[in-house]
């Protein structure tokens, strides 16, 4: 007798489970304790996964949608005088046909196109590159009323409270935008720049001040500073983004406590707050998968539970960065964990999102 009643007791935790991991993100949202317009959860595409298994995948769980790179200057304007709006123009079309809602990211950053990273640019020159680049983007996504939000600017603070800089040489990954210049103020004309041209040609789009890193304090205090500065100017600021790129020993407890300041911050000064870019980083050859996505669902079990212990104050949105595993490219990433495998097949830290947000209160 017992031994039966335990036996239907884990069966019907099993389909409590099972049910909840077919119950999509975007029904979650609407069907429990959240707002539509106030709690968004979606996940980033590339080009090439349109009209693939990940788009139906896509379209199944989620309804906020982010193009991976489609609209970076690399794509758009990859070298002097060529302009390729093709795969913009894809996703835009994507995303009417299915009632989806789109941050582009697209933003004046480290991803710039190579030509524009050359070291003979002169100041000039590099400013008249950001006003043609961004110009033309901010005009193209106003007028497309799928388009809820758009990077503005990224990456620019370094781990160590810095300003994140062009170096010598045409090396992949700089900010060729610094050398522009430092107002007399203290901050990068650039990010100035990039705020005054997205208010201008972008009045119905939100704008993000994106940023990457962990919860280091100082970097995030010079965003913050920055952010209130251009707030102080007159200039349009509707929220603050992070790049969530977590390792195994993220997200201690005094980083969860900065975090939540950190939110806190953005929704007392009236912003947003995102995390745009969300994935696990495991740097070293994994042995023991069952441990790692362990790993994977505690960090991201602490991370959404915080997130929707703030849905009253104020908007969030939640961006997982790539549907599906892959290797990284960096010896700094050099496998990367998402919320499915390289098949597409649920990993475990999926049945712990979902967990969190059924029971969130």
């Known amino acids: 007798m017992k031994k039966s009643f335990f036996l239907i007791l884990g069966i019907v935790q099993y389909l409590l489970i099972y049910s909840q991991n077919q119950i999509s993100f975007k029904n979650i949202i609407k069907d429990y304790n959240y707002s539509i317009d106030?709690?968004?959860?979606?996940?980033?595409?590339?080009?090439?996964?349109?009209?693939?298994?990940?788009?139906?995948?896509?379209?199944?769980?989620?309804?906020?949608?982010t193009p991976a790179n489609a609209f970076k200057q690399t794509i758009i304007h990859p070298r002097p005088k060529i302009w390729k709006?093709?795969?913009c123009n894809d996703f835009i079309n994507f995303a009417n046909e299915n009632n989806l809602?789109?941050?582009?990211?697209?933003?004046?950053?480290?991803?710039?196109?190579?030509?524009?990273?050359?070291?003979?640019?002169?100041?000039?020159?590099?400013?008249?590159?950001?006003?043609?680049?961004?110009i033309e983007l901010c005009k193209k996504v106003n007028k497309e009323s799928v388009v809820r939000w758009m990077d503005v600017v990224n990456e620019t603070v370094l781990r160590n409270g810095s300003w994140f800089?062009?170096?010598?040489?045409?090396?992949?990954?700089?900010?060729?935008?610094?050398?522009?210049?430092?107002?007399?103020?203290?901050?990068?004309?650039?990010?100035?720049r990039a705020f005054e041209i997205a208010n201008k040609h972008a009045p119905n789009v939100k704008l993000v001040f994106n940023h990457n890193g962990g919860m280091e304090k100082v970097m995030w205090e010079k965003v913050i500073e920055t952010i209130a500065y251009l707030k102080s100017k007159g200039l349009r600021v509707?929220?603050?983004?992070?790049?969530?790129?977590?390792?195994?020993n993220s997200l201690s407890k005094e980083e969860l406590d900065y975090l939540d300041y950190l939110i806190d911050w953005a929704h007392t000064n009236n912003l947003e707050f995102h995390i745009?870019?969300?994935?696990?980083?495991?740097?070293?050859?994994?042995?023991?998968?069952?441990?790692?996505?362990?790993?994977?669902?505690n960090i991201y079990q602490k991370l959404v539970n915080k997130l929707i212990s703030k849905k009253n104050n104020g908007v969030i949105a939640l961006n997982f960065w790539g549907l599906k595993d892959r290797n990284g490219r960096q010896k700094h990433n050099k496998n990367i964990l998402s919320i499915y495998d390289r098949n597409l097949n649920p990993n475990p830290c999926l049945e712990t999102i979902k967990s969190c947000l059924n029971n969130g209160e």
Do not use: C, M
């Open 276 to 297: 745009t870019e969300l994935n696990l980083w495991v740097q070293d050859e994994i042995t023991d998968l069952d441990s790692i996505q362990n790993v994977q669902s």
């Open 38 to 65: 106030s709690f968004f959860i979606g996940a980033s595409l590339n080009h090439f996964q349109l009209n693939s298994q990940a788009e139906n995948l896509f379209l199944n769980e989620f309804n906020y949608l």
């Open 238 to 248: 509707d929220a603050i983004g992070w790049q969530a790129h977590l390792r195994i």
């Open 165 to 192: 800089a062009e170096k010598p040489g045409n090396t992949k990954w700089e900010n060729p935008w610094t050398q522009i210049g430092i107002n007399e103020d203290g901050y990068p004309k650039y990010i100035v």
């Open 101 to 134: 809602v789109l941050r582009v990211h697209g933003p004046i950053s480290p991803q710039s196109s190579k030509w524009v990273k050359d070291d003979e640019r002169t100041k000039e020159e590099l400013t008249l590159i950001l006003d043609e680049y961004f």
């Open 85 to 87: 709006w093709e795969k």
